[in-house]
């Protein structure tokens, strides 16, 4: 199965694939506010067109799958997410790069879409699911960990983001009979949740 086929979806969030048409609505949610406060930097400089560029250009260079978020009650674009350097024949690939309208976040998104973006990785095949965390970003971290990653180490100073600092980067990860059970828990506790919490 591809990574970006159709059917990304369950009661909360639809994942769409990102192309020209999501530009302007992504550049309109709240989710732009904190994109910048986990942001590597990019080739060509700082700003929202020159990201939505760079992803558009890695997903048609195989190495990214970049979708934008809907809400699936009100059909509204609330965000963006990646699969991050997919490696068909490693069989692994890292989820990176979300961003969540401001007003939606701690409302169950997170992990709506998370399950989403995990069960497709097992479907494709990945034997190894990861995420690259900045270390200052306490609240992604904890998230990270409390869908059941676990935290392998850190890279020093492995990055230069959109601030101009040097970051160091945790790696976390969870194996393909791991990622079952977390898709399983996550579906389990997003169907517990009333529409509006999420």
């Not at 086929?5 to 009661?11: M, R, Y």
Request: hydrophobic share 45%; proline share 5%; with cysteine.
């Amino acid at each position: 199965m591809d990574l970006a086929a159709p059917g990304l979806e369950n009661k909360y969030v639809r994942l769409e694939p990102l192309d020209e048409a999501h530009r302007e609505p992504l550049r309109t949610t709240d989710a732009l506010s904190h994109m910048w406060e986990s942001m590597p930097a990019i080739q060509r400089g700082a700003g929202f067109d020159t990201y939505f560029d760079f992803m558009v250009r890695a997903a048609k260079a195989n190495e990214a799958v970049p979708f934008i978020v809907v809400c699936s009650r009100t059909n509204k674009i609330i965000g963006a997410t990646t699969y991050l350097l997919p490696v068909r024949m490693h069989r692994r690939v890292v989820i990176g790069y979300t961003w969540i309208d401001g007003p939606r976040r701690g409302q169950g998104i997170f992990p709506a879409v998370q399950a989403l973006l995990i069960k497709r990785a097992v479907m494709w095949g990945a034997r190894r699911i990861g995420w690259h965390i900045e270390t200052r970003n306490e609240r992604a971290l904890k998230a990270i960990t409390a869908l059941g990653a676990v935290r392998e180490g850190t890279l020093r100073n492995y990055a230069r983001f959109a601030d101009g600092c040097w970051v160091d980067i945790a790696l976390f990860s969870m194996l393909r009979d791991e990622a079952k059970d977390v898709v399983l828990r996550l579906e389990a506790a997003l169907e517990d949740l009333e529409p509006n919490e999420a």
